[in-house]
């Protein structure tokens, strides 16, 4: 008779863009039961932790339209991680690939080469997480 190991899950909600732009003011409201659906993983990556289905193609192949990802909002954003902003106080917030040159400069690029690269030195970036793993393939 084989014995089955109990795999620990974590649940976070699924929420839109415009609600990723604006997690910080309401964080705490999701409790199970209120979100529209949960996305549930094997990895705990805390009790603010949000999912998001990515929309577009700028983060393609990687992420393609219609997966959903894992998003840490008390992550530090480190240069190479993919990130979510929200951009000079826009209500949606971004999915891009954080960067720094060499002088200190620092980006927010797409992987999908067709889409353009945004300078954030030029505007207000407030980083709303920082993606941690794909939990559902479109």
């Known amino acids: 008779m084989s014995t089955a ?9 699924l929420i839109s863009f415009i609600h990723a732009g604006n997690w910080g003011s309401f964080v705490d409201i999701f409790e199970p039961g209120d979100a529209e659906q949960w ?45 979510i902003a929200r951009i000079d106080a826009e209500n949606e917030a971004t999915m891009k690939v954080y ?14 080469p067709a889409f353009p690269t945004i300078d954030m030195q030029k505007i207000d970036v407030v980083f709303c997480g920082v993606v941690r793993e794909i939990a559902e393939h479109s």
């Not at 960067?99 to 999908?112: C, Q, S, V």
């Open 39 to 83: 996305v549930t993983t094997g990895k705990n990556y805390g009790k603010h932790a949000y999912a998001l289905r990515v929309k577009g193609h700028s983060m393609e192949p990687k992420y393609p339209q219609g997966c959903v990802v894992v998003v840490d909002p008390r992550g530090k954003a480190q240069a190479g991680d993919t990130v």
């Open 5 to 13: 190991l109990a795999t620990q899950t974590y649940s976070y909600p």
């Open 99 to 112: 960067k720094k040159d060499a002088l200190g400069n620092r980006f927010l690029k797409p992987i999908n």
